[in-house]
């Protein structure tokens, strides 16, 4: 019985089904490298364990840079690219000062969140133009 190539068999379908309950593409490709050697050692047997090791990592190496360089380069860009980055979304909209902007701090509210924002002195009430944001503080300018 040939213990490797069954254990290159069940290794390949162990990193496909990670990928299945994990997805994010890098362990199928690593399970795809993982096939190609239980094809190599199915077909040509005698090979040292030592070489089909090396084998899988030159293989894991290559497919995750064809990956990376060939597949992830043709993905569509989104049509909602600040979709789950809420202070992106936030850039540009004009919004009322709820709390005055003293020593470069303030806050607006926005729907039913409080947000800090940072910009020149400013006092409550005054509309402001929403630029940009670090962490969780809007940058903002007089509207």
């Not at 000062?97 to 800090?116: C, N, T």
């Amino acid at each position: 019985m040939r213990w490797d190539v069954f254990a290159w068999a069940a290794f390949a379908l162990l990193l496909i089904a990670a990928e299945v309950l994990a997805p994010g593409a890098f362990m199928l490709w690593l399970g795809f490298a993982a096939a190609a050697v239980f094809l190599l050692t199915w077909l040509v047997p005698g090979i040292p364990v030592l070489a089909q090791v090396a084998g899988f990592v030159v293989l894991g190496f290559a497919s995750i840079q064809i990956y990376r360089t060939w597949f992830r380069r043709r993905e569509r860009p989104s049509d909602q690219p600040a979709l789950n980055k809420r202070t992106a979304a936030l850039v540009g909209q004009v919004v009322p000062l709820e709390r005055a902007i003293v020593d470069g701090r303030g806050r607006v509210q926005i729907a039913d969140a409080y947000w800090d924002v940072a910009g020149p002195e400013l006092p409550a009430g005054s509309h402001v133009r929403i630029v940009g944001a670090d962490a969780m503080t809007l940058r903002v300018e007089p509207a």
